[in-house]
Nanobody, 126 residues
């Protein structure tokens, strides 16, 4: 069983930055892909960024590429999402989630994830 706990959300002005953290505990040997997904009212959760277990591969949704950076501190069992140059449309609840594989774009949709965090709210004001 893998547990995920997010933190770092908040309210920021457009153009600002936030760093989200996801602390991972439990047996994560099988779930090699950790991702951040976002949900806005009335919409499905959508992938924002993902990283494989070893940290050697990272994946980004097109709309955040060049602005967001996903990274992993394996010693602390933590995955970070650094969000720079935030836009008002980046708002939502950000979830950390774990699945077996990141490849072939599987991480972009909410299906297939086996563990989820509770989510952290991100608000971007103009």
């Amino acid at each position: 069983q893998v547990q995920l706990v997010e933190s770092g959300g908040g309210s920021v002005q457009a153009g600002g930055s936030l760093r989200l953290s996801c602390v991972i505990s439990g047996d994560n040997s099988r779930l090699g892909c950790i991702a951040w997904l976002r949900q806005t009212p009335g919409k499905e959760r959508e992938g924002v960024a993902a990283i494989n277990g070893g940290g050697s591969n990272t994946f980004y949704a097109e709309r955040v590429r060049g602005r967001f950076t996903i990274s992993q501190d394996r010693a602390k069992d933590t995955v970070f999402l650094l969000m720079d140059n935030l836009k008002t449309e980046d708002y939502g609840i950000y979830y950390c989630a774990a699945r077996r594989w990141c490849f072939y774009g599987l991480w972009l949709t909410a299906s297939g994830y086996e563990s989820w965090g509770q989510g952290t709210q991100v608000t971007v004001t103009s």
